[in-house]
Nanobody
Framework: QVQLVESGGGLVQAGGSLRLSCVAS????????MGWFRQAPGKEREFVAA????????YYADSVKGRFTISKDNAKNTVYLQMNSLKPEDTALYYC???????????????RGQGTQATVSS
């Protein structure tokens, strides 16, 4: 069992930055990945970024590529999402997930956190 707790959301103006954190507890297997998804009111869930737990391979949605960076600190069991050049359309509940790395990229995960809200004003 893996528990995930996110933090770092908030209100920021367009063009600003936020850094989200996700602390994981429990056993994280070497084949696992950690990912970020987001969901805005009335919209479908959207994959944002993922990173493999062992060697740090990363994947991004086209909508955030070049603006967001996912990273990890294995010693702290923590994954980060640095979000720069934020746009109003980035406003959403961002939640952290864990599971087999290939599954996360395909939108499947085994564990998820409660989420942290990021709001970007225009």
């Amino acid at each position: 069992q893996v528990q995930l707790v996110e933090s770092g959301g908030g209100l920021v103006q367009a063009g600003g930055s936020l850094r989200l954190s996700c602390v994981a507890s429990g056993r994280i297997f070497s084949t696992y990945g950690m990912g970020w998804f987001r969901q805005a009111p009335g919209k479908e869930r959207e994959f944002v970024a993922a990173i493999s737990w062992n060697i740090g391979v990363t994947y991004y949605a086209d909508s955030v590529k070049g603006r967001f960076t996912i990273s990890k600190d294995n010693a702290k069991n923590t994954v980060y999402l640095q979000m720069n050049s934020l746009k109003p359309e980035d406003t959403a509940l961002y939640y952290c997930t864990a599971g087999e790395f290939g599954g996360i990229r395909a939108g499947r995960y085994e564990y998820r956190g409660q989420g942290t809200q990021a709001t970007v004003s225009s």
